[in-house]
Nanobody
Framework: VQLQASGGGLVQAGGSLSLSCAAS????????MGWYRQAPGKQRELVAS???????NYADSVKGRFTISRDNAKNTVILQMNGVKPEDTAVYYC???????????????WGQGTQVTVSS
């Protein structure tokens, strides 16, 4: 099982950026998917998450600016980041609660981080 994230980069404050993450490999089902971020010297924090039924949860700091969505058929989650701010600069990590097979419990998997840098 692998989570492959893409879409990071450099963007000016006020601009937009989209992050995508796809789960690949052999597994039974993907449940909640989400994005976390970690800025230098800070703890990793939840940015947004989305359940399989598309119920969403956002950090207060990104509400109204970021939108999380998913495609269950493609096992993909997307984070649309609008109105970005310098404080959004961080390494962003994709996360998925995934059940490897029918007989196993679900567990959390992490993708590789993708750097997002917002210039002022």
């Amino acid at each position: 099982v692998q989570l492959q994230a893409s879409g990071g980069g450099l963007v000016q404050a006020g601009g937009s950026l989209s992050l995508s993450c796809a789960a690949s490999g052999s597994f039974f089902r993907v449940y909640t998917m989400g994005w976390y971020r970690q800025a230098p010297g800070k703890q990793r924090e939840l940015v947004a998450s989305i359940t399989r039924d598309s119920n969403t949860n956002y950090a207060d700091s990104v509400k109204g600016r970021f939108t999380i969505s998913r495609d269950n058929a493609k096992n993909t989650v997307i984070l649309q980041m609008n109105g970005v701010k310098p404080e959004d600069t961080a390494v962003y990590y994709c996360n998925a609660d995934l059940r490897p097979d029918y007989y196993s419990r679900s567990t959390y998997y992490w993708g590789q981080g993708t750097q997002v840098t917002v210039s002022s």
